[in-house]
């Protein structure tokens, strides 16, 4: 009965390259939400998704981010052309029935040199 | 919208003593609340939350916390730390029935010595 799975958990990107991260909710879940940890800081929600659709994206940046969550596979966060800024640590949640119990992934570390 | 304050940003404590993470919230609407804890270069693993009904929530590893309405808090207590308690503790917030973003505070380390 895993858990909910990112990979990879450290990803190191040239300024200018595309980041890619993966994240696999616990089986059965159908929220995902994503969530941004800037050094020193707390979680910073981006983007949640079910099956297929973009539910709220409020936290999204408007440029260079986007997320899906297709019928079948994992939820991709992806940004394009990334930045020194962007390197933070990206965790992905999931749940059955809206936020109340959402489980966690360990995180993707993104590094941008 | 929704604003989690945590008033501390580090609690150092002595092994068995009792500790309390403080953490005030601001919403227009009602809301869930929770607590996680962040292990080093770890995920958010959650301790207890608040939905409805009784004040007193009581979670894992012998944590508890008080919803106080009139004061908007949600302050996380435990009589007796150990050391494998240190780590990062956020608390957070979602509106009733939005069912999906967690606002959270910036979080409070907890560091128990000996």
Redesign the interface.
Known sequence: NAGVMQNPRHLVRRRGQEARLRCSPVKGHSHVYWYRQLPEEGLKFMVYLQKENIIDESGMPKERFSAEFPKEGPSILRIQQVVRGDSAAYFCASSSRGADGAFFGQGTRLTVV | AQS?T?LDSQVPVFEEAPVELRCNYSSSVSV?LFW?VQYP??????LL?Y?SGSTLVKGINGFEAEFNKSQTSFHLRKPSVHISDTAEY?C?V?EVN??????????TSLLVTP
């Open positions: 989690v945590q869930y996680y270069n770890q995920g958010l693993q959650l939350k939905l956020f957070a979602s939005s069912g999906y973003a967690l606002n959270f505070g910036k979080g």
